[in-house]
């Protein structure tokens, strides 16, 4: 088949990828059949083909104009709305944000990925600005916001396969319990901050074990977390006074990091088909 009845056949499957007229896997099978290193594939920006742009109708283009300028006039008016509007208004923008970048997750996940990010980054920030009007200024109600966003996130980043916000929202459940733990030891021991801790890294790790099976992305995600959690007891030797000295500290964090190493080496048969 010469390359000129390739390219044609390339658009026309890529004209039926944007029609729906097939579903995408078929779509992505026809195209690895038909596309070579010969033949260029449609030219695209952030996964929207020119000939979309360039075929486009202008009431597309008048919807995305307002609401651009709906969003503008938003931000540029936020401070004088009163509270409800203001919490409307950003609970709005997020669950917008969210499911457009559901919807596009199979189609163009750099777009899913850049709306999610815009989404979590504006629900943290607009919630944590709200309560700065509203006189909300103690720790414990900042506290439990992080906490209520990193819900979301590790929910988003499980539903959406997405490690990255897999990641935060497991990190924020851990700042949050280091929080609270600061909170109940105000001049922990080591051995106190090993016993809150080294538990909570085995948990994560076992969790890992059981999600290998129907998600390897989250188990990865546990995995690394938990390896992390492993070591939290010596950095926060950095941040709180404890009665131990510092030769100590290192030869305990020497000691975890040989006991990790070893474990790795040993059980690499094992956690590799955890992650892979």
Known sequence: MDAERRKVIVREIDHWRRSKLLPEHYCDFLMNLYVDDMTPKPA????????????SNWKIWLFALAVIAALALSALNFNSFGLPMQIGISTLFVIICYAVAYRQF??????????????????????????DLSGIHTSTTYIGYLAFCSCIWLFNGLIGRMAIFQICGWLGLVGTYS?????KLEHPAWFS??????PVSVVLIWMAWLAHHTNKQAASVLMLVGGLVWFIPEAMTFLVDI????????????????SVGVALFLLRKKWVEWVM
Do not use: D
């Open 44 to 55: 695209s920006l952030l996964g929207v083909s020119a000939t979309a742009v360039t075929n």
């Open 106 to 131: 199979s189609r163009t996940p750099v777009i899913a990925y850049v709306l999610c990010g815009i989404a979590s980054i504006a629900m943290l920030l607009l919630g944590l600005h709200i309560m």
């Open 193 to 198: 901050l090993e016993l809150s801790w080294v």
């Open 179 to 183: 929080w609270l733990l600061m909170q």
């Open 243 to 258: 009665e131990m000295s510092s030769r100590l500290i290192q030869i305990s964090f020497t000691a975890k990091l040989v």
